[in-house]
């Protein structure tokens, strides 16, 4: 499983989100939200987050600035519900936390899905200037990429 493709969507004034199409055949309906890396948010498939757990559960209880990353990691997830139209209600904490107003960009990232606030999305996204995007890009050659 594996997402992709960048969406642009608006978030109404009640909170409520729908997933984009293209993303949500791939994700089902049982999707966690959590704080994610860079102001946005992050949105995984139950399996992905299973993996993650097995993961962060083999962290030492004496390595205690992992333990409090997973802590805060673990509390800021959210298993939201769809209406009968596919929307959902964004967690009031989550959507301060990734400064979301009304504007959204859902971003496919392979094994996950991030959610961004719009202006934030276009602060941290640089990379339209073909030069920019060939310097990131260079530096994935680390990665076998």
């Known amino acids: 499983m594996y997402f992709f493709g960048k969406y642009n969507h608006q978030m109404d ?3 409520r989100l729908r997933i984009p199409c293209k993303l949500k055949s791939t994700l089902g309906s049982d999707f966690i939200v959590s704080r ?4 946005c948010l992050f949105i995984f498939a139950p399996d992905k987050i299973e993996e993650i757990q097995r993961k962060l559960a083999s962290i030492p209880f004496g390595d205690k600035q992992n ?10 997830i959210d298993q939201p519900e769809e209406d ?22 859902f971003v496919g990232v392979g094994n996950r899905i991030e959610l961004w606030s719009e202006e934030r999305w276009n602060e941290y996204n640089n990379l339209d200037n073909p030069e920019a995007f060939d310097e990131a890009f260079v530096d994935l050659e680390k990665y076998g990429v």
């Not at 994610?36 to 102001?39: E, H, K």
């Not at 333990?67 to 509390?75: G, I, M, N, S």
């Not at 139209?85 to 107003?101: C, E, N, T, V």
Request: charged fraction near 25%; avoid cysteine.
């Open 36 to 39: 994610g890396v860079g102001g």
């Open 13 to 15: 004034a009640k909170g």
């Open 84 to 105: 009968n139209q596919g929307r959902f209600i964004l967690d009031p904490s989550l959507r301060k936390f990734a400064d979301i107003k009304k504007g959204v960009v």
């Open 67 to 76: 333990q409090k990353t997973a802590r805060t990691f673990f509390a800021s």
